[in-house]
């Protein structure tokens, strides 16, 4: 286990408070994990209690003497265990704050401390320690003058037209039917999942289109459409499923789950003409503005398509030597994150929720993959942003809110506060950095166009339900007390600007 050990000096004197003295004996654990022990002299320790009581003794208030006129030992007494408190508290937030800001490492999670289980001593040195997930350490790899090919495609009035009817049919209900299921259809289903005769999980009501396959975030029903077709309303069909190698129970992992559905509902959408009716009630005016929003979506979404072309052959290029081991701490508790930042990307591109649904499903189901190469490509695309100076400006932020809110059809600043108060504004940073890195480097390469439209000509041949079998992984956890420290570089956080509206 390397070991290294740094006397962090008093170089620079605040007027009003002097920099913390103390020592940062840091072990590297793995390529991505490191043990820190934070040593902080008893002289700091009494310096910051003192502060402390020179806080409170002028509005000290105790019985007999009027506020700030009681004996200092009396404040002493009275206040002990108080101010014992404040002084751990922040001890404890700069010492932190001072070694993330520091060239010790590129912190990608928060430290993992238990707050109440560090003492503060007597007598003697403050010593706490925590690990920490970081970057690891490499060589920023040339970027320069790559070779790119870039797929275009003008959006085409045979296009508009292909993509009607599929747009229509996300905005209508359809007609209840009475008769036999088919191919296409919509139904709606509940599902029960059991494992060794015992259920593992089931769903309520989810809809879904009758198609050669279905997708779970764990698994994946083959063959879907031939249990279905010719199914009436109320029937019950029962197959097998295998969950995935990154189902977020690890002891369900790859084992074959029995799953029964029961046909609820089964709707049918027959779109012959497109009436004035049908259109008012879809909330269009015109044909003309059916067709203008159908092909802003599909400009929208080959746009994705385009960056996400020259993404995969820039990182591809990029992470040749990115073969990093990863902690299997540090994937399962960035999945969630990934899969959050994926979800933004795609809704700001305007997908519809069927076919974020469908990308998610995909990377859940290929989760530990998935983000094993997402952490490594956004290792190295945040390396050659931190090389450039590239950082999210608060005008970038107000411009993917707005974009968001437009996709989502509400507000920015409802946008702003769901994003702050799951955790996400992470995700969002991570996302605006790593296009702005692509763009950089896709402006520099030499780029070759190719026409190709396979992207808006692909075919639907599978349906999704946004549900996983064996259960979600776990969320970002909260923070583990009310003093939470200050948060670390790369981490979730607005412009000044945003924070002050």
Known sequence: MATTETEVENTTELPQKPELNMAVKIDTKSTCERHVVVTIPRSEVERYRSEAYGEIAPKAELPGFRAGKAPRKLVESRFKEQVAEQVKSSLVMDSLQKVTDGDYFSAIGEPSLNYDSVDLPETGDFVYEFDIEVRPDFETPDWKELKLDRPVCAITDKHVDDHLNKTLTR?????????????????????????????????????????????FG??????????????????????????????????????????????????????????????????????GE???????????????????????????????????????????????????????????????????????????????????????????????????????????????IALLADQNDTSARRIRSRLEKTGQMDALRNQIIERMVIQHIAEGAKVTDNQDDSFLSAKTVSSDIDFAIAGNFVDIPEAKHDNAPPEIPGAAKLPEKEKAE
């Not at 459409?225 to 295998?242: M, N, R, Y």
């Not at 080959?302 to 020259?310: G, I, K, R």
Request: hydrophobic share 35%.
């Open 290 to 400: 059916l067709r203008d929003f159908v092909r802003k979506e599909l400009t929208q979404q080959f746009d994705y398509h385009q960056q996400q072309s020259l993404r995969k052959q820039i990182v591809a290029e990029l992470t040749k030597g990115a073969n990093w081991e990863l902690p299997e701490s540090l994937v399962r508790s960035q999945t969630n994150r990934e899969l959050q930042r994926m979800v933004l990307e795609l809704q700001r591109s305007g997908f519809s929720q069927e076919q974020i649904t469908s990308y998610v499903n995909m990377a859940r189901i290929n989760a530990r993959e998935s983000t094993i190469n997402a952490l490594r490509e956004h290792f190295v695309l945040e390396k050659i942003a931190e090389d450039l100076k590239l950082e999210p400006s608060a005008k970038d932020y107000d411009d993917e």
């Open 171 to 215: 905005f209508m209900e359809g007609e209840p039917v009475d008769g036999e299921c088919r191919a296409g259809d919509t139904v709606i289903l509940n599902g029960v999942f059991k494992f060794d005769g015992r259920e593992i999980s089931n769903f309520q009501e989810e809809k879904t289109v009758v198609r050669k396959t279905l997708n």
């Open 218 to 287: 764990d698994a994946r029903v083959e063959e879907f459409d031939k249990l279905l077709v010719g199914k009436k309303e109320g029937d019950k069909v029962s197959t097998k499923v295998k969950l995935s190698s990154s189902a977020a129970d690890e002891k369900l992992r790859e084992q074959d789950i029995d799953a029964e559905f029961e046909i609820v509902e089964i709707r049918r959408i027959e779109i012959d003409e497109i009436s004035g009716t049908m259109l008012e009630s879809l909330g269009f005016d015109s044909s």
